[in-house]
């Protein structure tokens, strides 16, 4: 499982082949990070968690899209990302996101909001778009009940634009952190190219790992089984590595600075800086519209002893 902190909303992505190799097969070695964003008064935090998604799950949980559209197959191993937000002004947000391991090409999102308005989607990936279903309560008593029991519903199916290529893989912008980590942009001359959906329009981000610069990041390293107790140790680096971040919106063949990429609210261009020797990322730039820049920051990464994840680093 792994936790990230995210400032005002969620965020989605897809990419090819882009699991590395790892001790449990999830890509990463870590099984959570913790992430904090601040601006001016406000705070946000969020966690992501990461697994091997077993099949009785995938059988009993992934939905058929109406009026015989076809959904991307989940044929082979897949991934379960989920990733819980808590935002300012009361707002919580909790969502799993299911992808394939060898594209990144999600299968289905689950996204559960909290708060002065709360609802529920679900939407299942097809080869040609996605089909939404969203809940909400119809009023305050309703509000109260669990989401199954709110009334007020409604369906939609979201064409992308434009229709994908055979071997484009589509992803929501949730896995991002999780891409980027796994395609260990920490390398030089490394590169990421990924294919996210925002509200139907598809975006191509391109991550390139660029020079090491003096930035300095502080973040807490924990490991911890079922036998064994917590061990925590304070780590800090120097150097990170650079990795910017180009944004084409695929309906108009070109780059666009101010194209809504769905990640954290940023528009066009971001910079991201991963830690030397793993690619985990540490810090993340971003401008949004209503807040100007934005920085989320790493505050602290999980690892299991039962699974020898990087028991070395600490």
């Not at 992430?35 to 008064?41: F, G, M, N």
């Not at 650079?242 to 919106?249: D, L, P, S």
């Not at 920085?295 to 028991?311: H, I, P, Q, S, Y």
Request: hydrophobic share 40%; net charge positive.
């Amino acid at each position: 499982m792994q936790s990230i902190v995210i400032f005002f909303v969620t965020f989605m992505v897809s990419s090819g082949g882009f699991v590395a190799a790892s001790q449990d097969g999830t890509g990463v070695e870590w099984v959570a990070l913790h992430y904090q964003a601040k601006k001016l008064l406000m705070k946000a935090r969020a966690t992501i968690e990461v697994d091997l998604l077993d099949s009785p799950a995938l059988e009993s949980g992934l939905r058929e899209i109406p009026n015989g559209q076809k959904g991307i197959s989940a044929k082979g191993k897949n991934l379960c990302i989920r990733i819980a937000s808590d935002l300012p002004f009361g707002k919580f947000e909790e969502e799993s996101i299911w992808i394939r391991a060898s594209t990144g090409a999600a299968l289905q999102a689950d996204k559960l909001v909290s708060g002065r308005k709360n609802y529920r989607k679900i939407q299942r990936y097809g080869e040609d778009g996605y089909y939404q279903w969203r809940s909400h309560p119809e009023n305050k008593a309703e509000k109260k009940l669990e989401p199954a029991s709110w009334s007020m519903l409604s369906t939609e199916f979201f064409p992308f634009q434009p229709k994908p290529g055979n071997a484009m893989a589509v992803s929501d912008s949730s896995t991002l952190i999780f891409q980027i980590a796994a395609a260990r942009l920490d390398l030089p001359g490394a590169q990421m190219k990924t294919v996210i959906n925002v509200k139907g329009e598809l975006v191509e981000l391109v991550f390139t790992a660029r020079n090491l610069e003096k930035l300095k990041a502080q973040w807490i390293d924990t490991t911890s089984s079922a036998t064994e107790e917590v061990v925590k140790l304070n780590r800090q680096a120097q150097l990170l590595r650079r990795v910017t971040a180009t944004a084409t919106q695929l309906s108009k063949i070109q780059e666009d600075a101010d194209v809504d990429i769905g990640f954290l609210g940023i528009q066009g261009n971001l910079e991201v800086f991963v830690l030397e020797g793993d690619g985990t990322p540490a810090i993340i730039v971003g401008k949004t519209k209503r807040l100007g820049e934005i920085r989320v920051k790493l505050m602290k990464r999980e690892f299991d002893a039962n699974c020898g994840k990087n028991k070395e680093a600490l």
